[in-house]
């Protein structure tokens, strides 16, 4: 064998011994730094540790909410860091404050799916939304005759990837296929930021945004989303329309008792509601429809079977559990355990988060927020004001672009123009982890002119 040839494969050999020890190597270290990244995340440690840069790119009227170009390196909105002063990001309302209680319910809401279970697309065939879970389905109605939140009977449940989905379903649904122009989707504003969005989004023949409910006074049919309690201002919200060829959906996603007092079982033809905001559980993005016509129920399973072939079964299932160990841990008659009620556990904190908001602004003196009726709860017995998963900030005086006036402060929060109404409001969410919530309130109540 020719020397050269030999000396040439021992290099290669060695290069490629080299390159595998590298490799090796740097898989150690991506996995090192991932595991310490998850244990930062689960169970919030050190900040210093925990910071990454971020931009603080300023917001964007069409930019989908929960896809920002700034989440992509701190989704959980906690770990950017701008000129050594740490940015809080309040501009989302994802539930993470849930988090501790789920924790502490240990094994409880654990659920384990083995390979070869609930692999079929069809989760129950004689039901007119056939793939809706029974066991969801049934959480779905013992929850809301436990809290007292909506009427149950007679209704068709569909089940949606998140009341996201259930929302565009309900907008296909109720649109006649035929009309000769697009339904005006209207909403009061405030209203939720990405009612617009998802509303226009495919630009679609049946329906369009048609904006502020209060400011509609065009002689054709229409919806008018009904929010309540609402998104961004939490209060309490009827129909403001009201003319003949007007129909309802009403969003539920906070009417549970710890943001508002349950004062009676909602009964409307098309009510949304959701596990992100009622648990927490948003990434399970799992919400269910409560309809009273067939045709519509029908309708929607249609859109969602042509959208995404039904609903994870596995999410669903999850999503049953949790429900269930929310109705356990409220109804414990008979039951020795000791668990919080989870309605009692969140109804505490959102108290115990707005009493530290309002004195934050009281101290500062630059920012009002709104007052809210005292009602009585018929779930908690309580008589008490909203606490609302938003609060709907107002720049006080001079201050006219109050976002662009808190992110100076490195406190990201989503302005007025986003909601259909002035820049001087700004909604921040109360539903962040406790580290970040404290901190904000500190900084907000020193901030001065
Ligand atoms: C009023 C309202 N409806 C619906 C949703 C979306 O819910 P889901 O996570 O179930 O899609 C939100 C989320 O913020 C909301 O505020």
Known sequence: MNKNRVLSLRQVL?????????????LG????????????HGFGLEEKSRSRVASMAAS?????????????VSIDGTEIEDGGERVINLDHGDPTMYERFWQQMGDKTTFVISGWQYISYFSDVTNLCWFLEPEFAKAVVRLHKLVGNAITKDRYIVVGTG???????????????????????????????????????????????GGDAHKFSKDRPYI????????????????????????????????????????????HDLMLFTVSKSTGH???????????????????????????????????????????????????VGSPEEVQPFFDYSYILMEKRWKQLRAAVKKSGLFSLPDFPSKFCNF???TFESQPAFAWLKCEGEIEDCESFLRCHRIL???????????????????ERDEMFDLFTERLSQIKL
């Open 14 to 26: 060695m290069v490629s011994m080299a390159l595998n020890v590298g490799l090796i190597l740097r």
């Open 380 to 382: 908690s017995g309580r």
């Open 163 to 209: 009341s996201t989905q259930l929302f565009q379903a309900a907008l296909y649904a109720l649109c006649p296929p035929n009309a000769s122009e697009p339904m005006n989707v209207v909403s009061a504003a405030p209203f939720y930021s990405s009612y617009p969005l998802m509303t226009d989004f495919l630009k679609s023949g049946l329906y369009k945004w």
């Open 60 to 72: 964007s009227q069409n930019v989908a909410h929960v896809s920002r170009g700034k989440q992509v």
């Open 282 to 332: 948003a990434g399970t993005r799992i919400g269910w429809a409560l309809v009273k016509d067939k045709e519509v129920a029908r309708k929607m399973t249609k859109f969602i079977e042509i959208n995404t072939i039904g609903v994870s079964k596995d999410s669903q299932l999850r999503a049953a559990r949790i429900l269930q160990a929310v109705a356990d841990s409220c109804d414990r």
């Open 29 to 40: 270290y991506v996995r090192e730094t991932w595991r310490a990244e998850q244990s930062l």
């Open 413 to 431: 929060t989503r302005g007025g123009k986003h909601f259909g109404v002035c820049p001087k409001y700004v909604r921040i969410s109360m539903l």
């Open 224 to 267: 008018e989303l009904v929010t309540s309690p609402n998104n961004p201002d939490g209060s309490t919200r009827q129909a403001v329309v009201n003319r003949n060829q007007g129909i309802l959906m009403h969003d539920f996603a906070y009417y549970w008792p710890q943001y508002t007092p349950i004062s009676f079982p909602a009964d």
